[in-house]
């Protein structure tokens, strides 16, 4: 009978949780948006986006020239070392751009969003806040949900252009593909609705899942050391599986069925 | 203190994605023949269209001039009818211009080969709606080698 009762106690506590988080996310972004909230949030998206935007770049740059360096070597058995572009092209901006954007942007980003409102809430300054009639949500949730819903998006798109280019520097610069066919052949390809605007909305989905489990793990976290560093933990754990996940159904969605 | 440094990275951050998405926009996404560029439709009926796609190339001479809008199936005889969109920029072929479902390359995908029509003194051209009297089907690798066949058994 016992773990009847587990099984009923543990649906219970993971309804509750999505519960709170649910009110957690209405009551900061239902606020009517304010001038000094702006600026937070403009505060928020440097911490939160300028700040990865070092290894965004890198990574963009070099996943961009690996799948050029790969590409190549299987294409060019074929003699169609031409389509080289519109596979670099569009395995970024279907699938990688989004993905890796939100894969390293839960680690570098979302983790630290964790433990600073962890941190807030064991030393008490939340409560503090709300003893000074300032409503947390507003004032520390709010700026950086929109913050890390603002920021992902940009990333992604600037990790998509960077890759192409790298992807351009390995397959042209180095390994001789023709400039023209590596662009002319893309532009064939690449579809602006299809490919790039789909691309940008997985990424939007993302940052919203990604933000979101962030904060609120931070937010619900165990005020206690312990309870914290659990808390970012299973933030990029939760993170990263919800992306993976949510990115094989957005691509059935967008792509499946045709 | 901070917030004017804050504010110079943000606006790089942001000057930085625009001209990513400009990018995007100008040298990785296809801008040949966009959907809102003024065009006009033509039928044509086939026998066949292969493997011709909804956004295949309609090209005259290499030059592309327009893209397959829809595909679909004639109900009352069976046959496939391809709806074209043209740019508007070429609105004056003669309507005895032939169109032909060919293939780039030995491997490459099917367009639509548009062929000109010779322009008589009262040629008329062909305005939006009309259908394409002469076309060719494409070419299927078994009717071919049926034909061969055939046409060696029977000598």
Redesign the interface.
């Known amino acids: 009978m016992n773990w009847v009762v587990q099984v009923g106690a543990n649906t219970l506590d993971t309804i509750r949780s999505f519960g709170r988080a649910f009110l957690m996310l209405t009551g900061a972004l239902i606020a009517v948006p304010q001038l000094k909230n702006i600026r937070l949030t403009l505060q928020q998206i440097y911490v939160v986006g300028v700040q990865s935007l070092l290894i965004i770049l890198v990574s963009g740059l070099f996943i961009g020239m690996v799948m050029a360096l790969q590409g190549y070597t299987i294409l060019v058995g074929y003699g169609a070392e031409g389509s080289l572009g519109p596979m670099v092209a569009l395995s970024l901006l279907r699938e990688l751009g989004p993905v890796v954007t939100a894969l390293l942007f839960a680690g570098r980003a979302g983790s630290a969003l964790t433990a600073e409102i962890g941190l807030m809430k064991a030393t008490e300054q939340l409560s503090s806040l709300e003893m000074m009639a300032v409503d947390p949500l507003r004032r520390v949730v709010a700026p950086r949900v929109w913050a890390g819903i603002i920021s992902m998006p940009m990333l992604a798109i600037i990790f998509s252009a960077i890759g192409i280019l790298g992807g351009h520097l390995v397959g042209v610069d180095w390994l001789g593909v023709d400039s023209g066919s590596y662009w002319s052949i893309m532009q064939a390809t690449v579809d602006w609705n299809k490919d790039v605007v789909n691309g940008i909305i997985k990424s939007i989905v993302f940052a919203i899942v990604v933000t979101w489990i962030a904060i609120f793990k931070g937010y619900d976290a165990v005020p206690t050391s312990e309870g914290i560093s659990q808390a970012t933990t299973q933030t990029v754990v939760y993170s990263s599986l919800a992306v993976l996940g949510l990115d094989f159904v957005l691509t059935a969605l967008m792509f499946g069925i045709n | 203190m901070t917030?004017r440094k804050?504010?110079l990275?943000?606006g790089?951050?942001?000057i930085?994605?625009i001209?990513?998405?400009l990018?995007?926009?100008m040298?990785?996404?296809?801008?040949?023949f966009s959907d809102n560029e003024s065009s006009y439709t033509l039928y044509a009926k086939f026998d066949n269209i292969g493997g011709l796609k909804a956004r295949s190339a309609v090209k005259v001479g290499g030059v592309t001039v327009g893209r397959v809008e829809s595909i679909y199936l004639d109900p009352e005889d069976f046959n496939p009818v391809v709806v074209l969109s043209l740019s508007q920029q070429y609105n004056n072929f003669p309507d005895t211009s032939s169109v032909a479902i060919l293939t780039s390359g030995l491997l490459g995908e099917q367009y639509i080969g548009f062929q000109p029509g010779f322009a008589f003194d009262d040629f008329v051209t062909l305005a939006d709606g009309d259908y394409i009297q002469d076309t060719k089907s494409a070419l299927v690798l078994e009717d071919l080698i049926g034909q061969f066949l055939f046409s060696r058994d029977s000598e």
Do not use: C, I
């Open positions: 917030t804050t504010e990275m943000v790089f951050f942001v930085l994605t001209s990513a998405t990018l995007l926009a040298k990785v996404v296809n801008q040949g």
